[in-house]
């Protein structure tokens, strides 16, 4: 059984910083891509940036500059630092990862529970 526990999220100020993280655990042989997903109160859920097994990356133009992704391979976590926080980040966050539980099975998605992020003044 994979599971993908965020935290990290909570209420900021306009300007402030979080940093949130992701840790993937149980059954997992390898961890692919990973990545960080949002959903704003009535709009779609959106990618903010993502991240391969070798550190490329890949940002939604809305957080460039503003977040970083990052990741420890040996630790199955995945980080985003987010920066210069607007109320328009306000959102739930997701993190993603394909993952191969074991040898031999077929990488498959895995999300987080998500974690709110705020921003307000």
């Known amino acids: 059984q994979v599971q993908l526990v965020e935290s990290g999220g909570g209420l900021v100020q306009p300007g402030g910083s979080l940093s949130l993280s992701c840790a993937a655990s149980?059954?997992?042989?390898?961890?692919?891509?990973m990545g960080w997903y949002r959903q704003g109160l009535g709009k779609q859920r959106e990618l903010v940036a993502r991240?391969?097994?070798?550190?490329?990356?890949n940002y939604a133009d809305s957080v460039k500059g503003q977040f970083t992704v990052s990741r420890d391979n040996a630790k199955n976590t995945v980080y985003l630092q987010m920066n210069s926080l607007k109320p328009e980040d306000t959102a739930v966050y997701y993190c993603?990862?394909?993952?191969?539980?074991?040898?031999?099975?077929?990488?498959?998605?895995?999300w987080g529970q998500g974690t709110q992020v705020t921003v307000t003044s």
């Open positions: 993603n990862a394909y993952i191969q539980p074991r040898i031999g099975m077929k990488y498959a998605p895995f």
């Open positions: 149980g059954s997992i042989f390898n961890i692919g891509d």
């Open positions: 991240i391969t097994r070798n550190s490329d990356t």
